[in-house]
């Protein structure tokens, strides 16, 4: 059984920075992409960011929504079984619930549609105030 842990939310005022923690457990981490979403109230879920599996040709390549890029870092640490989000120069538009998920087959990349990932986890709360 996968499960997914999220951590790293709170209160923060806008152009503060954050990093959120994602812990998997139950498969083997490394050879799975990984991704980052939010849902706001009232609005639907949204891709974030996504890390490919660690690999000689996929080397764990990264890819964002245009409206975090050059603002949000996906990386991830194998070893710990941890996908991370650092989030800088944050923004209210960016107050979500955070969301980590992950495929259900290895090696697959599901790149940005939320249909493409099997597991999910509980979510963490970020909000950014003015």
């Known amino acids: 059984q996968v499960q997914l842990v999220e951590s790293g939310g709170g209160l923060v005022q806008a152009g503060d920075s954050l990093r959120l923690s994602c812990a998997a457990s139950?498969?083997?981490?490394?050879?799975?992409?990984m991704g980052w979403f939010r849902q706001a109230p009232g609005k639907e879920r949204e891709f974030v960011a996504t890390?490919?599996?660690?690999?000689?040709?996929?080397?764990?390549?990264?890819y964002y929504a245009d409206s975090v890029k050059g603002r949000f870092t996906i990386s991830r640490d194998n070893a710990k079984n941890t996908v991370y989000l650092q989030m800088n120069s944050l923004k209210p538009e960016d107050t979500a619930v955070y969301y980590c998920a992950a495929p259900r087959y290895r090696n697959s990349a599901p790149g940005p549609n939320p249909s493409g990932y099997f597991y999910w986890g509980q979510g963490t709360q970020v909000t950014v105030s003015s």
């Open positions: 890390i490919r599996w660690s690999g000689s040709w996929s080397g764990g390549s990264t």
């Open positions: 139950g498969r083997t981490f490394s050879s799975y992409a």
